[in-house]
């Protein structure tokens, strides 16, 4: 078998960064939007990790637990907007949102 | 002592778990773009997650993959499933799923994909293997290190000196964010101040 | 493949292995620890059934289940076969997938932790360099099998359970965090000022500074020690914080809509749950599995004595069987379940006997086997018997308080418990840098 | 969350059936994230088969309203087909937790109709039970209540002391829960030998138990912040609602049926009426405790004295009052009962009409649970202390 390299880890996270990308662009509920983007941030992490590791130093793992507070900031602020949003609008589909006020 | 009793943890099955838990992640995140109902979403996103941080400790690096369960699924997930059934709309499921420029934003990511695939194939010799592993032992000592700094002790000065860490102003700046985003939320949220 | 297998068995009863199986890369004697602990778990729960039930009947001037068996005894076995045959109903308009597999989530969350539990040094299946927040992560994930099942079964009284559930469990590991940081501050306070976050490091650490974290810098430690003990009610839904599964507000909150087989996995997810965090309030403040005075009474005769309570304590229970089977009224009706009592004291007995032999055949230090099991059951005795003491503080807990309501829980959670448990933080922080 | 001042309902009485206000025309049904949330009328907590509908915004209660009638059984058309005699067992069945209360309001006000008076003994008889059954309703409340708020405990300790109250009921009547003590003029049983030393053996028996039960309860930390400012109501509030018993004088209105209208010999012995001063929960609470005491003491006094002579008065063996009508209350245990016959000559009622105290009581619910929370809705139904069997008669 292939010994697994860092090559390995970059291909799924190009996979799952594509897959966040599909989500964000394509999907209209704001929740699964929103979860794409933790999609993403994640393929993003993966990589900085592996590349940790391929580099032998910890500046990767520093940078992803810098983003993972990133995400939780985006998660709190995001989902506020929508709750914000759902009580004024009663809707959480993105292409209704199209008014860029309330 | 007896080296063989006390040998160090050598990784078993790594081809199988690497692919197992890549399987897992990809399996679900596509799940998580798929399904009509956003809680199946947000419990696919969470197996996802936790594939991640799987890859995570088998890339040797414990500290991110507790910081990805602790935050990312028990934290961030229950705020995202808190979210969903607090505006708990039957009729969301129901309706069309997807945007009316999706086309677009498939032919886009399409786009990304090639691109990805391109440099993978064309730049395959610039991420080499290297035969370096991080020693797992210290790992969250030398996170907490190059965040916070550490205090040094030497013959000459055994009370100790602080030496700041490479990032504690990048950290400082992510409190502050995290302040930030705590007030925000709590504003946008709360119906009258 | 046989033959490795059995050296691989008896290499690590080796009296001179000090690292849990996982560390020294012996996946038989891991699985060994895994089935030994899940089974374990598996059978304390039933008997903390009957304990909780006997207990709180006590508290209540009633006598408890009394007719299965001997005072009961059997109560458990029969409940849980009765939960067994039970139908499994799904409601409806339950979202059947996600119905089915949520009480399975929190069964997962719960038993995953007792990976890093270490009942003594070598005795936990692996050790984590980054243990506890291990621990603290995935026992936090119990809190989505109540959400999907709350949501999952499509009605209101769970769904108001799980939110419920979901707003409490996260504000109360804010404070259990706060609190176990301050624990882990203190384990860098030695001379090379290297703290650590497996659970070994902890009580390892404990043991050299020669004091139990609770004690130290009081009331410091014994006030995040509080805030701990506080919060782990809280997160395992037990009164007075039960409001997600409130009977008398929400019905059964969570797991209304659930029956059988379902609800006994629920069931048996909160005491896994329970017990993983009083493993964890041992293991952080009461000095896991050392015994009590381990650097003040030492020297082979110390050990002897203290390795002599395993025996003694079932030896004691045996004895209060025995007792209790021979006060039972003579008459005709009670043959059977006086010869059960019997029998089961006889069980008891025969199993302090046998701690007993070991406590004396393993005495003194050698490289015996025998050393080694002696050693072992003297480390998860003590553990246990530190557990054991948190699971009575439960009973009682829920004998005596009334529920708290919602947004007082949420009060004290972030109006009292954080900001005590971040001032402790702060202050243990300060005091182990002016104290040398 | 809890702040009942600025609640938007002036202190009129509410309508019951606009509560909720799910007609409105112009709002949409609900909120985005209001919730109708259906209570009973099989709840662990609506003592019965009581149903409250209930509006919430989140945990807030926003509007109830309640559903009864689960339970109805005619108990007033079935009076007006029995004969005086023949109603008296069905009066138990309405308070079923306080029968020895409804029986002697019932006696009562049929003795009111026929101008008779039950001799003396009888009197003193009818109050020591009365005043038990007294206790009783209170200790069976207590447990009932505080289950509800999640103490468990209590109720076993309630349970355990009422049971010694039932005990002397079964000797004197045979009956424990559906007693049927009294009759009209008097009782039909004398005492049995050794009822006063059982009674006297209670009084000695209960005290320390009601201490009991207040250590568990009284300065207990979550039980105060449970009951404390929960439900409060105030005095015109209450006045205006028409409700009575402790919930009444919890809220300061020192407004007692024994003393306000004595019947049944109560001007003879000395008690006190407890009052709150909030209304509030605890203050129900502890006014329902002082209560059992001043129970106590009112037995103590009767059981003392006594007095020689016949139990029943010189009443016709068929029941025939002459034309009119009359309405009689007592202070039952949770609050005034009343009952209003109209007599038309005959052996039966041409109407009855019973002013049961917790189907009153119950008005005040939504008043006092708008604007708190779900728990508080449960804690308020239990200090009530309603039985269903009364609000639906």
């Known amino acids: ?102 | 002592m007896n080296p063989v009793l006390n040998a160090g943890a050598a990784p078993i099955a790594t081809s199988f778990f690497f692919y197992f838990l890549a399987g897992a992640a990809i399996l679900s995140g596509l799940l998580v773009i798929t399904r009509r109902n956003a809680v199946h979403s947000a419990l696919a996103l969470i197996v996802t997650l936790l594939s991640v941080s799987g890859l995570y400790l088998m890339l040797y690096a414990p500290f991110v993959a507790g910081v990805q369960i602790i935050v990312y699924a028990g934290g961030i997930m229950v705020l995202f499933l808190f979210v969903i059934m607090l505006v708990n709309i039957e009729r969301v499921s129901k309706e069309r799923q997807f945007n009316r420029i999706w086309p677009v934003g498939l032919l886009a990511s399409c786009a990304l994909l090639a691109v990805f695939l391109a440099a993978f194939t064309k730049g395959k010799d610039l991420f080499h293997d290297r035969p370096i592993t991080l020693p797992e032992d210290s790992n969250t000592q030398q996170v907490a290190t190059m965040l916070y700094g550490e205090v040094v002790k030497t013959i000459q000065n055994p009370k100790g000196q602080y030496m700041i860490g490479q990032y504690t102003f990048a950290f400082e700046i992510a409190s502050l964010l995290l302040l930030v985003a705590i007030l925000g939320a709590v504003i946008m949220t709360k119906k009258k101040i | 493949m046989l033959r490795g297998s059995m050296n691989a068995l008896m290499s690590y009863l080796d009296p001179r292995v000090t690292v849990t199986p996982g560390q020294a890369g012996n996946e038989l004697w891991a699985l060994i620890y895994v089935f030994v602990i899940f089974a374990g778990v598996a059978v304390i729960v039933l008997c903390m059934n009957w304990i909780e039930r006997k207990a709180l009947a006590h508290f209540q001037i009633r006598l408890g289940p009394m007719r299965v068996g001997p005072h009961g005894l059997l109560q458990p076995i029969a409940d849980a076969f009765k939960l067994m045959l039970k139908e499994d109903i799904v409601p409806d308009e339950a979202d059947e997938v996600v119905f089915r597999f949520a009480p399975v989530i929190g069964l997962l969350a719960a038993f995953t932790v007792y990976i890093v539990i270490p009942f003594g040094p070598t005795q936990a299946v692996t050790d984590m360099n980054i243990g506890i927040l291990f621990m603290l992560g995935v026992s936090s994930l119990g809190v989505l099998g109540i959400v999907t099942a709350g949501w999952a079964s499509n009605s209101h009284y769970p769904l108001i359970g799980a939110l419920r559930s979901s707003a409490q469990m996260v504000s109360y590991e804010v404070a259990m965090g706060m609190a176990v940081l301050s624990a882990i501050l203190m384990t860098s306070m030695n001379a090379a000022g290297t703290g650590t976050l497996s659970m070994i490091g902890i009580v390892q650490a404990q043991q050299l500074q020669g004091i139990w974290f609770i004690f130290k810098f009081f009331p410091l430690g014994f006030i995040a020690f509080a805030i701990f003990a506080i919060a782990m009610v809280a997160e395992t839904n037990r009164a007075p914080f039960d409001l997600p599964e409130a009977e008398s507000e929400l019905t059964a909150g969570f797991h209304t809509e659930y029956s059988g087989l379902r609800w006994s996995l629920f069931m048996l997810g909160e005491y896994a749950a329970m017990l993983a965090v009083s493993s964890i309030a041992v293991t952080l403040w009461l000095g896991g599995w050392m015994r009590p005075f381990p650097n003040l009474l030492q020297g082979p005769a110390w050990e002897f004595i203290f390795s002599l309570f395993p025996g003694l304590t079932f030896g004691a229970l045996a004895a209060i069987t025995f007792i209790s089977a021979a006060r039972m009224p003579s008459h005709a009706f009670f043959r059977i379940q006086r010869a059960g009592m019997a029998i089961f004291a006889a069980l008891i007995g025969l199993l302090a006997l046998l701690l007993l032999v070991i406590a004396v055949a393993g005495r003194a230090n050698d490289a015996s086997i025998a050393a080694r099991f002696r050693e072992g059951i003297d480390y998860v005795y003590w553990f246990m018997l530190k557990v054991a003491v948190f699971m009575y503080m439960f009973i009682w807990y829920r004998a005596t308080w009334p529920r708290y309501r919602f947004d007082q829980l949420m009060k004290v959670g972030w109006k009292v418990m954080l900001p005590i448990s971040l001032g402790v933080l702060i202050l243990t922080a300060i005091v182990g840098v002016l104290l040398p | 969350m809890n702040d009942l001042k600025d609640k938007a309902l002036p202190n009129a009485v509410p309508s019951l059936t606009s509560n909720l206000d799910l007609e409105a025309p112009d709002k949409p049904y609900l909120d985005s994230n209001e919730l109708i949330l259906n209570m009973g009328p099989q709840h662990p907590a609506t003592h019965g088969v009581l149903r409250v509908i209930l509006k919430l915004d989140g945990e807030k209660v926003m509007g109830t309203e309640c559903v009864i009638g689960y339970l109805h059984r005619g108990v007033e058309k079935i009076a007006e087909n029995r004969t005086y005699t023949m109603f008296n067992p069905y009066v138990d069945r309405m308070d079923y937790c306080a029968a020895v209360s409804n029986g002697l309001g019932y006696c009562e006000a049929v003795e009111k109709l026929l101008n008779v008076e039950a001799p003396p003994r009888a009197q003193y008889i009818r109050v020591i039970l009365t005043e038990l059954q007294r206790l009783a309703s209170h200790q069976l409340w207590l447990g009932t209540h505080a289950l509800d708020i999640g103490a468990m405990t209590p109720l076993f300790y309630t349970f355990r002391d009422r049971e010694e109250i039932l005990k002397i009921f079964e000797k004197y009547c045979g009956a424990r829960l559906t007693t049927h003590a009294f009759r009209i003029g008097g009782c039909q049983y004398e005492i049995y030998p050794g009822f006063e030393k059982d009674v006297k053996n209670f009084l000695a028996f209960a005290p320390p138990k009601i201490d009991e039960y207040e250590t568990l309860l009284t300065s207990n930390r979550i039980w105060l912040e449970r009951t404390k400012n929960v439900g409060v109501i105030s005095a015109k509030d209450a006045i205006a609602l028409g409700v009575t018993g402790p919930v009444l004088r919890a809220s300061g209105v020192k407004w007692d049926i024994r003393k306000a209208v004595p019947y049944a010999n109560y001007s003879k012995f000395d008690f006190e009426i407890p009052v709150g001063a909030n209304g509030d929960t605890y203050d129900r609470y502890l006014v329902r405790m002082a209560e059992m005491r001043q129970s106590l003491r009112i037995i103590e006094q009767a059981v003392n004295g006594i007095p020689e002579g016949p139990i029943m008065a010189k009443v016709p063996k068929l029941i025939k009052p002459p034309v009119g009508e009359i309405y009689h209350s007592i202070e039952a245990p949770k609050g005034e009962l009343g009952y209003f016959i109209v007599s038309d000559g005959s052996t039966q009622p041409y109407r009855l009409r019973v002013r049961p105290p917790s189907f009153v009581n119950l008005q005040a619910l939504d008043l006092m649970v708008r604007g708190a929370l779900v728990a508080d809705v449960v804690a308020v139904i239990g200090t009530f202390d309603i039985v269903l069997g009364e609000v639906d008669r």
């Open chain 1, 1 to 102: 078998m292939v010994p697994i390299t860092t090559m390995h880890y970059l291909v799924v996270a190009a996979a799952l960064f594509v897959l966040g990308v599909v989500g964000v662009l394509t999907r209209r509920n704001v929740v699964i939007i929103l979860m794409s983007i933790e999609l993403i941030l994640n393929a993003v992490n993966l990589n900085l990790v592996a590349f940790s590791r391929t580099w032998g130093n910890l500046h990767g793992q520093l940078f992803a637990i810098f983003i993972v507070v990133d995400a939780a900031a985006e998660a709190a602020i995001g989902l506020g907007i929508l709750i914000a949003f759902f009580r004024n609008k009663e809707t959480i589909n993105v292409d209704e949102i199209d008014l860029l006020k309330w």
